[in-house]
């Protein structure tokens, strides 16, 4: 077992036995006051996303503490999206997937330090989607330069970040003709666990299926984003399409 894994498994025992300790504080049936109400829902389920924001609250109150600014960890979360791309192109597929992950936990954390100092406006909105779209752009990249010598998975790494960028797309022009779609199945949040545990686990999954090749999981899950990232485009424009018809009859 790598080091890398180690660390994983340890983090992930650790989240499963923090689950029940939460659950059974009754804070999962609270309504978060620094949730955003235009995020759309996780596909994984309601609490574990409210348990997700119940972790980060440590590092929100040290943030608060310290000063610490949305724009900050807007500029964080996008060099840590460039750098898994840098990681993700010279083969260190499991750095990528760190940087993947932590990234979305600096997106996350913009917000909600916004929210909490009451300083959320469109300026922060505009910097925030933008510099998610670097961070996306950059780790996609990343992913095609490692996939270069193989046709399918540079097509399926392509079309993945296409459809990414269509989905975004599609509910920021929307939302500018007063129509907001935040419906979908791989959205944001679902595309950060898959590119970033992806990365985490290729290594693995390749040792056990007995391959030894880099992509072995990350190939499949490329599949998996551009079939989803295209739906949800294709799904958002339809629906907003119908809402704003809607809205000339």
């Known amino acids: ?86 990681a993700f192109g010279s083969g260190h597929v499991v750095l990528g997937g760190w940087g993947v992950l932590l990234g979305g936990v600096a997106d996350v954390m913009d917000g909600r330090i916004a929210r909490a100092r009451r300083i959320a406006d469109d300026r922060g909105a505009f910097l925030d989607s933008t510099l998610d779209r670097f961070a996306e752009v950059g780790a996609f990249i990343g992913l095609a330069v490692l996939f270069r010598s193989s046709t399918l998975a540079l097509v399926l790494a392509v079309t993945a970040m296409g459809g990414s960028l269509l989905v975004s797309y599609a509910r920021a022009r929307g939302e500018s003709l007063g129509t907001l779609c935040n ?46 990232t295209v739906g949800t485009a294709i799904f958002r424009t339809a629906w907003i399409a119908r809402e704003l018809g809607r809205g000339g009859e």
């Open 1 to 86: 077992m790598t080091p890398d894994l180690k660390v994983l498994l340890a983090i992930l025992a650790i989240a499963f036995l923090s689950m029940p300790l939460y659950g059974m504080s009754g804070r999962a049936r609270r309504p978060d006051p620094l949730e955003s109400a235009a995020r759309g829902s996780f596909l994984l389920g309601g609490f574990l996303k409210s348990w997700f924001q119940w972790s980060v609250r440590p590092l929100e109150r040290a943030s608060l503490a310290l000063g610490i600014g949305p724009l900050l960890y807007n500029l964080l979360g996008a060099a840590l999206g460039i750098a898994a791309g840098f």
């Open 183 to 228: 419906l979908g199945v791989m959205q944001r949040a679902e595309r950060l666990l898959l590119v970033g545990f992806g990365g985490l686990l290729d290594p693995t999954i390749a040792v056990l299926w007995g391959s030894g090749r880099v992509g072995t999981l990350l190939v499949p899950v490329l599949g998996i984003m551009a079939i989803g």
